[in-house]
Nanobody, 124 residues
Framework: QVQLVESGGGSVQAGGSLRLSCAVS????????MGWFRQVPGKEREWVAS???????NYADYVKGRFTISKDNAKNILYLQINSLKPEDTAMYYC??????????????????WGQGTQVTVTS
């Protein structure tokens, strides 16, 4: 089992920044990547960014240049730095870990472990 606990969400004005954190614990052997997803009510949860164990990153097109995913291996914390926030970034943000052995952290269907989510609200 992998446990994921997000923090760092909040309410900010458009143009502002937030840094989301995800504390990772439990049995992480075979977890080759981690990801962030987000969801608004009434819509499917969508992939935002992911990072492999060797530091390779990928981003959804709509966040490139504004979001940065990173991880602190020593502390077992995953981060998502969000800059230049827009009202359309308002969502619940979730940390995610895939089924063991998978690199498909961008596929919702391959995610086995989810955090409880942290709310990001951007006001105009």
């Amino acid at each position: 089992q992998v446990q994921l606990v997000e923090s760092g969400g909040g309410s900010v004005q458009a143009g502002g920044s937030l840094r989301l954190s995800c504390a990772v614990s439990g049995y992480t052997y075979g977890t080759y990547c981690m990801g962030w997803f987000r969801q608004v009510p009434g819509k499917e949860r969508e992939w935002v960014a992911s990072i492999t164990n060797d530091g390779r990153t990928n981003y959804a097109d709509y966040v490139k240049g504004r979001f940065t995913i990173s991880k602190d291996n020593a502390k077992n914390i995953l981060y998502l730095q969000i800059n230049s926030l827009k009202p359309e970034d308002t969502a619940m943000y979730y940390c995610a870990a895939p089924v063991p052995g998978s690199y498909a952290c961008y596929l919702r269907t391959m995610i086995r472990y989810w955090g409880q989510g942290t709310q990001v609200t951007v006001t105009s």
